[in-house]
């Protein structure tokens, strides 16, 4: 697989870019060190951020793939590099919730922190324009998004993933209070899990001290932005 070579860049998102290779069938993705938060409007640079991203994103793939989810995930080139496999993204955030926070917390006027009875899940537009709005089932397929089988595919997908993940931070002191992912389908129409699992897409709270570390560092101005990232980073190779 290192065989494949790294071609023009067709993408370049708030925190990674995308490249061709030589091959149809995969991509390479590279890990910035650049942040943005609010839909683009705060921006900043958190050093090291890439590396970690690159890594703990593989690392949380090849534990999910142990446990029967399909991700893109295919190979590690560098420290900030991956192979992955090439798909086309469904535009929706997918999001899991176990505890209220972020934008949660506001829309219901429920405290963050406080316990969801059971792990909710949430779709988003992936529409910068638009804001990423909210959009539930009957609109995903009614827009043409996901057709209602790709979309029952996702949920189970995502429940999955909170699943194994939850259980995996629960093991090193760390909650999972909430996390967005990304689905892609392959060129087979198979719907596998996509993008990355990171401090950038997650909220993690230190188990005893409800210590965020997380982006919520750098969202909210909350210094010890890098440290977050490198404890986190710390803990998992502890496993
Ligand atoms: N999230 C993300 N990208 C986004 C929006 C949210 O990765 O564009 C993640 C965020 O890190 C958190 C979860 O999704 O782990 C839920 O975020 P929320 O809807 O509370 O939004 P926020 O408060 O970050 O605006």
Same mark, same amino acid.
């Given at each position: 697989?290192? #065989?494949?070579? =790294?071609?023009?860049? !067709?993408? *370049? @998102?708030? $925190?990674? +870019?995308?490249?061709?290779?030589?091959?149809?069938?995969?991509?390479?993705?590279?890990?910035?060190?650049?942040?943005?938060?609010?839909?683009?409007?705060?921006?900043?640079?958190?050093?090291?951020?890439?590396?970690?991203?690159?890594?703990?994103?593989?690392?949380?793939?090849?534990?999910?793939?142990?446990?029967?989810?399909?991700?893109?995930?295919?190979?590690?080139?560098?420290?900030?590099?991956?192979?992955?496999?090439?798909?086309?993204?469904?535009?929706?955030?997918?999001?899991?919730?176990?505890?209220?926070?972020? #934008?949660?917390? =506001?829309?219901?006027? !429920?405290? *963050? @922190?406080? $316990?969801? +009875?059971?792990?909710?899940?949430?779709?988003?537009?992936?529409?910068?324009?638009?804001?990423?709005?909210?959009?539930?089932?009957?609109?995903?397929?009614?827009?043409?998004?996901?057709?209602?089988?790709?979309?029952?595919?996702?949920?189970?997908?995502?429940?999955?993933?909170?699943?194994?993940?939850?259980?995996?931070?629960?093991?090193?002191?760390?909650?999972?209070?909430?996390?967005?992912?990304?689905?892609?389908?392959?060129?087979?129409?198979?719907?596998?899990?996509?993008?990355?699992?990171?401090?950038?897409?997650?909220?993690?709270?230190?188990?005893?001290?409800?210590?965020?570390?997380?982006?919520?560092?750098?969202?909210?101005?909350?210094?010890?932005?890098?440290?977050?990232?490198?404890?986190?980073?710390?803990?998992?190779?502890?496993?």
């Amino acid at each position: 697989m290192s #065989s494949v070579k =790294k071609l023009e860049q !067709v993408y *370049e @998102g708030k $925190a990674k +870019k995308v490249f061709k290779t030589d091959s149809p069938d995969y991509y390479i993705v590279e890990y910035k060190d650049d942040a943005t938060a609010f839909n683009g409007l705060k921006h900043g640079t958190i050093s090291g951020k890439g590396v970690i991203n690159n890594k703990m994103s593989n690392a949380m793939f090849a534990l999910l793939e142990k446990n029967g989810v399909k991700t893109h995930f295919v190979e590690q080139l560098s420290d900030r590099e991956t192979v992955v496999k090439a798909v086309k993204i469904v535009p929706l955030e997918i999001i899991i919730r176990n505890v209220a926070a972020g #934008s949660f917390s =506001k829309r219901y006027g !429920v405290e *963050e @922190g406080t $316990a969801l +009875k059971c792990p909710t899940l949430e779709f988003s537009l992936k529409n910068d324009e638009l804001n990423d709005p909210l959009i539930n089932d009957s609109h995903i397929i009614a827009l043409g998004v996901a057709t209602e089988k790709e979309l029952d595919s996702i949920k189970k997908l995502a429940y999955k993933v909170n699943d194994v993940l939850k259980e995996f931070f629960a093991g090193i002191g760390v909650k999972l209070i909430d996390f967005k992912i990304e689905a892609g389908r392959l060129s087979n129409g198979e719907i596998i899990l996509a993008d990355e699992i990171s401090p950038d897409t997650c909220r993690f709270w230190d188990a005893k001290t409800n210590e965020k570390l997380d982006k919520d560092r750098f969202r909210r101005d909350l210094g010890g932005v890098e440290e977050a990232y490198q404890e986190i980073f710390k803990r998992i190779n502890s496993k």
